[in-house]
């Protein structure tokens, strides 16, 4: 996928690639829980800009590929 985001003199494709482990790496995101992390990753995502290029919550981790705008940084997005 090669989109870029063009501004008026800038172009920028940013990507990140983000990854959460739960504590001990304990399998608790399961079922229930595992949807409601996903649905709540891409409700947040959505309302910030952010798209995700590809996400998987597993049952010890969170990964997910992101694309976001240049005003926006690493850290102000994951603390979201």
Known sequence: MSYQRKGSHTVSHLTCH????????YKVLRGDIQVRCRDVLIQICEAEGIEILKG?????????????????????????
Request: proline residues 3%; without cysteine.
């Open 56 to 80: 998987v919550v597993s049952s010890d981790h969170v990964h997910m590929h992101i694309e976001y705008a240049p005003k926006l940084n690493v850290s102000t997005i994951l603390k979201k």
């Open 18 to 25: 983000v990854v959460w482990v739960t504590k001990y790496r």
